[in-house]
């Protein structure tokens, strides 16, 4: 499966389960299936992806998708002054998110910073700062 952002083959990113997970050695994008995402978000006590929001992006070129050739759209969401994006296929409903996973280097890590990503995209993570805050 090629990287939608730079056209690099992805590698699987193994795990004790069947989850699918592939990461770009070149610019570090993952790209998770969306019944495995929305597994990983349930099990964190996040809602699943649907729930969480975002407004898509018309304008945004997020190339193809790797399984199905079809457009992605970019779904944005977090707060104004941290805005965050993934793209996702209307087909599939796989999810690519962009570079800022290069630290992932197993499926653990990638897991956790999948979780981080979107604890931040709906929010969660500022309510969490709140609520231990008062």
């Not at 975002?54 to 002054?81: F, N, T, Y």
Request: aromatic content about 6%; glycine content about 12%; proline content about 4%.
């Amino acid at each position: 499966m090629d990287c939608p952002g730079c056209g690099v083959e992805m590698v699987d990113l193994k795990k004790e389960d069947d989850l699918t997970l592939r990461k770009c050695g070149e610019c570090g994008g993952l790209w998770v299936d969306v019944s495995d995402l929305n597994r990983m978000l349930l099990h964190n006590n996040l809602p699943g992806l649907e729930a969480l929001g975002g407004k898509i992006d018309p304008e945004a070129d997020s190339g193809q998708c790797p399984d199905c050739l079809v457009d992605l759209l970019r779904v944005a969401g977090g707060d104004r002054a941290h805005p965050m994006s993934y793209d996702t296929c209307e087909s599939c409903g796989g999810v690519f998110l962009e570079s800022e996973f290069k630290e992932a280097t197993d499926a653990k890590g990638a897991e956790r910073e999948i979780i981080e990503f979107f604890r931040g995209f709906s929010g969660k993570a500022k309510k969490k700062a709140a609520v231990a805050g008062a």
